[in-house]
């Protein structure tokens, strides 16, 4: 079982920027493919980005390409979302996923286990 636990959201101005991270609790996550997902108020959870278990592989939804940056640190087990000029429709819970088998996803449904989410609020 892997527990992740997701920090560094908050609230930040439009054209700000926030540095996500998750990490797990109870075994490494360096051989997991990993995706960031977020959900605003009355939305689906939709993908955000996703990256490789060696981190050479990525990928992003539209929205946040050129903005957000998924990387991930397999020496420290920790896995990273830097997000770059946000914008109020960025504001959203967001979640860390983990999944065990198969290449990079955006597909909910590909992840085993997630985390409980943060929140970030981008204010105009």
């Known amino acids: 079982q892997v527990q992740l636990v997701e920090s560094g959201g908050g609230l930040v101005q439009a054209g700000g920027s926030l540095r996500l991270s998750c990490a797990p609790s109870?075994?490494?996550?360096?051989?997991?493919?990993m995706g960031w997902f977020r959900q605003a108020p009355g939305k689906e959870r939709e993908f955000v980005a996703t990256i490789s278990w060696g981190g050479g592989n990525t990928a992003y939804a539209d929205s946040v390409k050129g903005r957000f940056t998924i990387s991930r640190d397999n020496a420290k087990n920790t896995v990273f979302l830097q997000m770059n000029s946000l914008k109020p429709e960025d504001t959203a819970v967001y979640y860390c996923?983990?999944?065990?088998?198969?290449?990079?996803?955006?597909?909910?449904?590909?992840?085993?286990?997630w985390g409980r989410g943060t929140q970030v609020t981008v204010s105009s």
């Open positions: 109870g075994r490494t996550i360096s051989d997991y493919t």
């Open positions: 996923a983990a999944a065990r088998l198969g290449s990079i996803s955006s597909l909910r449904g590909r992840y085993d286990y």
